[in-house]
């Protein structure tokens, strides 16, 4: 079952067969359309993230988080409020701690 958020009108759910679903590429290109997305921007929002050779990557919230932000960066927008923080539990007291926040501020100049 295909469900295409991007239709506006006509038949939005439709039923394919699975070697007839579209390739992540369609996919991806079906989404920059829909989006506005063009191929300078394109290059932007796809750059890997930073590495700190630490081996942890960002947890799926985090990675939405700051996909939204770089797309928001490269459309153009001019208020972007980012805040994260980065949560330890320990074992032995079972309170969470919030070691760092972190807020981007973009503003117009």
Same mark, same amino acid.
């Given at each position: 079952?295909?469900?295409?958020? $991007? #239709? $506006?009108?006509?038949?939005?759910? +439709?039923?394919?067969?699975?070697?007839?679903?579209?390739?992540? @590429?369609?996919?991806?290109?079906?989404?920059?359309?829909?989006?506005?997305?063009?191929?300078?921007?394109?290059?932007?929002? $796809?750059?890997? %993230? %930073?590495?700190?050779?630490?081996?942890? #990557?960002? +947890? %799926? %919230?985090?990675?939405?988080?700051?996909?939204?932000?770089?797309?928001?960066?490269?459309?153009? @927008?001019? +208020?972007?409020?980012?805040?994260?923080?980065?949560?330890?539990? $320990?074992?032995?007291? +079972?309170?969470?701690?919030?070691?760092?926040?972190?807020?981007?501020?973009? #503003?117009? #100049?």
């Amino acid at each position: 079952m295909e469900h295409d958020f $991007t #239709v $506006t009108t006509g038949q939005i759910e +439709r039923e394919i067969a699975l070697d007839a679903f579209p390739s992540p @590429e369609q996919l991806w290109q079906c989404y920059c359309q829909w989006k506005g997305i063009d191929n300078p921007q394109q290059a932007i929002i $796809t750059q890997e %993230y %930073y590495d700190d050779s630490s081996g942890k #990557v960002p +947890r %799926y %919230y985090q990675v939405n988080a700051i996909n939204l932000t770089v797309e928001a960066i490269a459309l153009g @927008e001019n +208020r972007i409020l980012l805040v994260m923080a980065t949560v330890k539990h $320990t074992q032995h007291s +079972r309170q969470f701690h919030i070691f760092t926040q972190k807020s981007i501020f973009i #503003v117009p #100049v």
